[in-house]
DNA sequence: ATCCGAACCAATTCGCTAATGGTTAGCGGA
DNA sequence: TCCGCTAACCATTAGCGAATTGGTTCGGAT
């Protein structure tokens, strides 16, 4: 028989895999999401080492965790080279440092866009500004509207300005600025920018480059007075 | 007489200044641009670590050198993260495309700079200025040009910001596209930049960002159209 | 023949020392 | 009396070696 008892590996493996999740799952993981070595691992669920690289092996194809010779294993995602610059900027601005990063970038990314926006590039435009509106809950607007500037970014066309400003993206979502914002957005302030999308995304398919980047400052300038706003509330 | 001999430190202190000048110019620096300890330098120079760091001082301020404790004194620019990113990017983009980037960004910096931008700053400013049109030889002048528009972007303020000016600075200086910015530059085209140098610092001096902005882009536009004859001259 | 455990390899981190820029105290000259 | 300099000190970082950790290979047990 080639394998002798494969069904009962089969289990064991499944329960060291199940084990595992739960202990990311639980939450009990230091900050930076490291896992316990993997020799610590095996000692835990009385079983081998091998067993254990095999379910880390699952988990990591399934993008739960990542590893690295050396390192350590991490549950998330590996880091990217921008979210390291992100981590650094991050400490050194504050939420207004972003808001006028943004409004230096984007309301000339978006005149770009206007230029060389094709109807379909339009019509994804249109689409995304359709979705920010469906969901009630902010995070998840908030993610659609994320889209949507870095979509106007990549319409825009210039590899350059698209990381710069998926450098400020980054630094904008980073946690802990998420509560201001959250803050900020009400039911009021989220009708303005569906209004102020439109125009953007109107003076874009009219090939307007002055209007939309006008219509993209003015958007801009709207949410960095409602977070000045929420900031001025808190502290 | 509150200065025993104040000229005579004067004299001195430009005099290291010189030589730490000469050091870096000669090119006999190691790979990473390091140069020697301050207190060797004071030994080689027989005078006091003091003045040695004032003339660091002055070639830090002019952008020409950074320190860091503990690390060193370098030639050159503080290495961002963003040199592997930029190495990315030169790739995926042709020097127009740079230029479209700065065209986004310098007119906002410059507008902030005018915002921000202290007496001593526009002192700092002017002492490059006069700096870009002593040397004779291209390369240089293009040293002293991008510490310009770097100091320009440091008064600016915003770290967000000065970290995508490098980023694109850093793809602008890539190796490889010296030859059509050096094709670009003549005696008219030098004389022309000056011109418009001082035209934005003196709107950063008067607080007018809107016309340190218009004066930026307006230089760069003139750049730009000086290296599209370029790059069509080429073929 | 297959699979596991132990040993080994390579990359990284940690703790330490030396080196280096930044700062301050105290002295000497005008 | 005041200014500026030298020397010592402080904070941060590089360099190095030992320990840690993921990745790999080899020998043996079933």
Redesign the interface.
Known sequence: MPEPDGAAQETELSEVVGRLRHLIDAGRLPEDGRLPPERALAAEFCTGRRQVRRALDHLEAEGLIWRHQGKGTFAGQPPD??T??AA??VA??DPL??M??R???EP??AA?CAERAQAEDVARLRALAARIKLPADAETAELWDGALHRTIARVAG????L??FG??DE?RHHPGWQAPRARARTADSARISDRQHAAIIDAIAAHDPVGAAAAMRLHLETLAAGLAQSLEDQG
């Not at 210039?158 to 300005?161: A, E, H, K």
């Open positions: 080279p921008t390291k610059m650094k900027i050194e601005v440092g972003v006028e990063a409004l230096c970038l000339s990314i770009l210039n590899r350059i300005l990381t710069a450098l400020v630094v």
